[in-house]
Structures are given as structure tokens and as C-alpha cells.
């Protein structure tokens, strides 16, 4: 499990961030609230993050806070 990333952001996209840590590039989805966070393009940023696996996808969710990440796995298992 990918708990958090440190790393150089790289790129900003509508709705995700492009994160380089040690030589590795992360794509993290992103709600608009932590992009605006982030900074420019070479600054440093920490995310909490949630690594969600499907049976078709793969993806990683960043948020600024723990509370913000708590609040993504407590909706996301939310049934209906």
C-alpha cells in the first residue's frame, strides 16, 4: 500500500497531479481543493494517500490532510 508520497510535483491536470519521487512519477487523483494547495511546478509536496483497486483499474488518490483522506475512505465505503 502507497500510505504517502514526498516528492517534486512535476505537472497539475484538471484533476490530478503528476508527483516525482526518487526517479518515479506518480499520477495522483486530486480533489480541486488540494490542487490549489499544491504550488508550482518543482515544489516540494507531501500527500496522503489511497491506493484503490478495482478489478479493471488502478488508481491513486492524494489529499493534503488525513482528515481529508479519512473522509475519501469513509465515502468510498458507503454502499449504494
Known amino acids: 500500500m502507497i500510505a504517502g508520497l514526498d516528492g517534486t510535483l512535476e505537472q497539475i491536470n484538471t484533476d490530478s497531479a503528476i508527483i516525482k519521487v ?3 512519477s506518480f499520477h495522483v487523483y486530486t480533489p480541486a481543493s488540494t490542487l490549489g494547495e499544491l504550488g508550482s511546478i518543482g ?5 496522503h494517500t489511497y491506493l484503490h483497486w478495482k478489478e479493471d483499474s488502478t488508481a491513486l488518490y ?6 481529508e483522506l479519512d473522509l475519501f475512505k469513509m465515502l468510498i465505503g458507503v454502499s449504494g
Open 43 to 47: 515544489d516540494r509536496v507531501c500527500l
Open 62 to 67: 492524494g489529499f493534503t490532510t488525513s482528515q
Open 22 to 24: 526518487s526517479g518515479v
